[in-house]
Structures are given as structure tokens and as C-alpha cells.
């Protein structure tokens, strides 16, 4: 079956400071790879996804990048943290099957606070 | 832009009721659609995907979808309050199915 680990799972930075979160799903390959974001009482925003390694699209500009450097793995990074990076962080995989009918399933986030 | 939207509630029904969340989307081509379950702090769980109009049943959840109406629903049945989280839902559709877009989610609380 399918796993995903994402680490870790809270962490507090002042403003400023480099960010580094890492996500890496087992037993599947060729996944695709997500970045969420959830401020507070929020609903998710995406905030990157992958199709395949080194291929990663961008949704929102913002202060934060991701790479993907293996195939199961995805990184989500930052040079210099604002306040307003703060939220809950989510990596999340689908298949590559059929499109239409993949589904997304979720780690078990990253609470971020900056302070 | 597509868009998912959802009564942020909260909605509170008394134990063994029946609870009906709500949900409608902009993009008459999205074809699959996803309800999650959402407890504080915690990351979202799927619960039910539909493809197709009509109703799905799983247990004591119903989802049922409307096309050409737009909207997609989550029943949940004999609702207990382990029930009690954040229900959102989600969408994929054309051109891109690899991208999800989610509502903001319903408040659900269940009271003994």
C-alpha cells in the first residue's frame, strides 16, 4: 500500500530564517506531488504540484519554491520566511493513472508558525 | 478560476440525524469530485468520490451529484459526534485533471 511521510511536524522560525520541508510517498511510482497550504480556519491553497522529477508548476507567486530531486520526493523551501508564511502545510500525491479518476491523498502536514 | 464553494456553517445537527453538506463549482468540466473529512489539526481524510450524476452510497455517507445543476452533496447518516469536523470538498477537471481545487469547507458539529 501507499504511504506518504512528511516531516516535520510542527515547526516554529523566526521571520527571516531558511525553510526546508520534505515529503516522500512509498510504494507507488511516477506520482504526482502537491503542495498545499491552509492558513487558519482557511480552505487549501496550491501551492505547487509535480508531474514528474524537476517538473514543478507553480500556483500563486509567492516567497517559497519546490523541487523535486527524486522521483517520490518533493521539497518545499524558502530562502527567507515572512509572517504571512505561517499555515498549515500539506504534501499530497495522486497517480498517474487514468486523469480523470485519480485521487488525492494527503500527508500529515506541517504546522508552521513564524514568528 | 475555478471555484469551489461550501457554507462555512458550522452546522450542528443532534446525534442520529441526518446531516446534508452542500457544494457547488464553477466548472461545468469538472468530472470527478471528492469529499474530505477534516478533524482540527489534523490533515484532510477522503471519505467518497463520485464520477457520475446520481448517488453513491458507502456506509452511512451519500454522495450525490448534479451536473448540470453544478452542485455535489455529502449525506451523512445517523450522524454520531465523532462526526464532528470540517467536511471539504474537492474537484478536478479539464484541461488539467492533476490539479485538485477545494472549497473552504462546512463546519460540522454532531451533538449527543
Known amino acids: 500500500s501507499q504511504t506518504i511521510h512528511q516531516w516535520p511536524a510542527t515547526l516554529v522560525q523566526p521571520v527571516g530564517s531558511p525553510l526546508s520541508l520534505e515529503c516522500t510517498v512509498e510504494?507507488?511510482?511516477?506520482?504526482?506531488l502537491y503542495w498545499y497550504r491552509q492558513a487558519a480556519g482557511r480552505g487549501l491553497q496550491l501551492l505547487f504540484y509535480s508531474v514528474g522529477i524537476g517538473q514543478i508548476s507553480s500556483e500563486v507567486p509567492q516567497n517559497l519554491s519546490a523541487s523535486r530531486p527524486q522521483d517520490r520526493q518533493f521539497i518545499l523551501s524558502s530562502k527567507k520566511l515572512l509572517l504571512s508564511d505561517s499555515g498549515f502545510y500539506l504534501c499530497?500525491?495522486?497517480?498517474?493513472?487514468?486523469?480523470?479518476?485519480?485521487?488525492?491523498?494527503f500527508g500529515s502536514g506541517t504546522q508552521l508558525s513564524v514568528l | 478560476q475555478k471555484e469551489v464553494e461550501q457554507n462555512s456553517g458550522p452546522l450542528s445537527v443532534p446525534e442520529g440525524a441526518i446531516a446534508s453538506l452542500n457544494c457547488t463549482y464553477s466548472?461545468?468540466?469538472?468530472?470527478?469530485f471528492f469529499w474530505y473529512r477534516q478533524y482540527s489539526g489534523k490533515s484532510p481524510e477522503l471519505i467518497m468520490f463520485i464520477y457520475s450524476n446520481g448517488d453513491k452510497e458507502d456506509g452511512r455517507f451519500t454522495a450525490q451529484l448534479n451536473k448540470a445543476s453544478q452542485y455535489v452533496s455529502l449525506l451523512i447518516r445517523d450522524s454520531q459526534p465523532s462526526d464532528s469536523a470540517t467536511y471539504l470538498c474537492a474537484v478536478n477537471s479539464l484541461p488539467n485533471f492533476n490539479k485538485f481545487y477545494f472549497g473552504s469547507g462546512t463546519k460540522l458539529n454532531v451533538k449527543p
Open positions: 466548472d461545468r468540466g469538472s468530472q470527478s
Open positions: 499530497a500525491w495522486s497517480g498517474q493513472g487514468v486523469a480523470s479518476r485519480e485521487k488525492l491523498f
Open positions: 510504494g507507488t511510482s511516477n506520482p504526482n
